[in-house]
């Protein structure tokens, strides 16, 4: 799926003379909070990748929602949490930062899990934005662990069953605005190709690597050449160290085989071709202090 740019839009839309409700919803709550799985449930495609590591989601992520009445772009946004660690603050920012750039905030609650102080964290910014904020209050197929409120600013959901989805939309759209389509209605994110791909290969690095191994990774697709029947990719998996790197190949290379034939599987059903990948393991040592490396991978 290629880049949007504005030019793009203006060429792509089939006609800048419809208007609908419209505008930017930014989605934030604390890590495994469900706000990919919502997006994905919610849109009909995996447009954010999901696994049940804290911080998956590392840099916002754009999903449009299009129906009869309405064209909401959401921005999936990594967990909001408190930490020292000069890399976890620079992912927070980028959850904080997309507030500028919405109308709403939609703040996903985990219903299944106990108060902690990442709420009060959350909450201590959200009272500093003059911007509404519905809460959403995610698993509701589960038993939940905290009191959920009765008010008009509180919607209750389950991503897995795709329940009260049409309350929720319903008070997004109460605050939006009638404008032209910002999007063609075809639309339903805005990711290059090579984002896609190295999105899908960390997904299944992060399911195959134990522990805190997972933010030491970052993936770089090198090369794309593709073809009507074939898509053939070089990309590489880099950690922090060179032990780090032996944890991702293992033992006879059983976990990167594990990675490489996961993510091939999953991208041959996304592009609808066959997928020939070069997965290779390499090490860079503290890439994370690395600043330009981590805008590049952030933004």
Do not use: C
């Not at 904080?96 to 709403?104: A, G, L, R, V, Y």
């Not at 985990?110 to 990442?118: A, F, I, K, L, Q």
């Not at 780090?244 to 041959?268: C, F, P």
């Amino acid at each position: 799926m290629k880049e949007l740019n504005l030019k793009d839009i203006l060429e792509n839309t089939t006609d800048l003379s419809i208007e609908k409700k419209v505008w930017y919803v930014a989605i934030i709550g604390r890590p495994n909070a469900w706000k990919s799985t919502f997006i994905n449930s919610l849109i009909g495609e995996k447009v954010s990748i999901t696994t049940n590591v804290p911080q998956t989601t590392r840099k916002r992520v754009l999903a449009i929602y299009n129906d009869n009445d309405s064209q909401i772009i959401f921005f999936d946004t990594p967990g909001i949490h408190k930490s020292e660690k000069d890399f976890n603050k620079k992912i927070n920012d980028v959850a904080i930062n997309s507030f500028k750039d919405s109308e709403i905030i939609l703040y996903f609650i985990d219903s299944t899990r106990e108060w902690w102080e990442e709420e009060k964290y959350i909450r201590s910014i959200l009272e500093m934005v003059n911007k509404p904020v519905i809460k959403v209050y995610t698993k509701a197929d589960l038993e939940a662990k905290i009191n959920i409120p009765d008010n008009e600013n509180i919607v209750k959901i389950s991503s897995i069953e795709k329940t009260w989805f049409e309350e929720l939309l319903k008070k997004v759209k109460n605050h939006l605005k009638t404008w032209p389509l910002l999007f063609p209605e075809e639309y339903y994110t805005k990711q290059d190709i090579y984002f896609r791909i190295s999105e899908i290969i960390r997904e299944k690095a992060f399911l195959h690597t134990k522990e805190e191994l997972p933010h030491a990774i970052y993936i770089k697709v090198e090369e794309i050449e593709e073809t009507d029947t074939m898509l053939k990719i070089v990309a590489y998996i880099f950690t922090d160290t060179e032990s780090q790197k032996y944890i991702v190949v293992w033992k006879n290379g059983s976990v990167i085989s594990q990675i490489w034939t996961e993510a091939r599987i999953e991208l041959e059903q996304i592009f609808e071709k066959k997928v020939f990948l070069a997965l290779r393991a390499k090490s860079h040592k503290n890439w994370r202090k690395n600043e330009s490396l981590v805008k590049q991978i952030l933004n």
